[in-house]
């Protein structure tokens, strides 16, 4: 007896249908599309204004606690043989065109790159946006907890042990060379160092995530060069930038932990909405063969 064979359906591509497996596997995969845009940008000047006003609020009635914890810092280097800052800080002054360019870096560097890397991040690698955006909020956020736990005069308010601040020797422009800049700010907020940690947050984005080979360089040129001229300019200790890098490489592994978490959690609840379904059978393509006949 001759096989009937049926004509598959016009104008209709045979598919089959995606199994709970697959349906789940597609439902882990990262959001390639970012958030939109009026919410992030919302968000973000929000989060920049809350960080510097509470940087304000924050700022110590007496200074006494300040400089004691310089002394702290200082005495605790020395003993561990890290106290590089002072060294740097002449080296700097006998370069004046390097102080200036130092002082510029400082002022302008610390925002325009870490908006520039965002900005970048939110058009370019959209899949990744989320996670970054989110440890660079906590980062900032819990370094507010260092600067109302621990206020601490830069070295630059440290004259009596060699310090200068080449802002003021120079007459440059600075970040606080403006008149009146310093009572706009909390300059006492040191501990830790969000200069160095949002460097790091930027270098780690892009020797991660481009593809260009100089831009991977830059990245991990920016860090260093960061973390130079902070010490250099008078404006942190080696223990301020150990403490913000540490704080940014927490937030980003607890970031990509929760980021993962939530993957799962999505991959299990596609596979529990998938289990209550009814079983399809295999999709009509028109040959009777596929049923065994």
């Known amino acids: 007896m001759a096989q009937t064979i049926l004509p598959a359906s016009r104008g209709r591509t045979a598919t089959r249908s995606r199994t709970p497996v697959e349906r789940a596997s597609r439902a882990e995969r990262p959001k390639t599309a970012a958030p939109a845009l009026w919410r992030e940008l919302l968000l973000l000047v929000f989060s920049y204004c809350a960080y510097s006003l509470t940087r304000l609020v924050l700022d110590p009635g007496s200074t006494t606690s300040a400089f004691a914890h310089a002394d702290q810092i200082l005495d605790f280097e020395r003993m561990l043989g890290i106290d590089v800052e002072l060294g740097l800080n002449q080296a700097l ?80 422009l600075g970040l606080y060379s403006a008149p009146g800049s310093g009572a706009l700010t909390n300059q006492y907020a040191a501990m830790p160092s969000m200069h160095a940690g949002w460097a790091l947050w930027c270098g780690f984005i892009l020797v991660r995530l481009s593809t260009q080979r100089w831009a991977k360089v830059l990245g991990m040129l920016y860090p260093a060069t960061t973390v130079l001229v902070i010490l250099a300019t008078a404006n942190h200790y080696v223990l301020d930038v150990v403490a913000g890098i540490a704080l940014i490489v927490g937030a980003l592994t607890g970031s990509w932990w929760f980021y993962r978490r939530s993957l799962v959690s999505k991959k299990e609840s596609a596979l529990l909405r998938e289990s209550d379904l009814p079983v399809r059978g295999p999709a009509f393509s028109g040959d009777v063969r596929q049923f065994g006949v």
């Open 93 to 172: 002054l006998e370069a004046p065109w390097l102080a200036r360019a130092a002082n510029v870096f400082y002022a302008t560097a610390h925002f325009a790159v870490t908006l520039g890397v965002m900005v970048w991040l939110y058009r370019h690698r959209p899949r990744y946006y989320r996670w970054f955006r989110t440890s660079l909020i906590v980062a900032t956020a819990v370094a507010l907890i260092g600067f109302w736990a621990y206020p601490l005069a830069p070295p630059r308010f440290m004259p009596g042990d060699g310090f200068v601040d080449p802002v003021t020797a120079l007459q440059t």
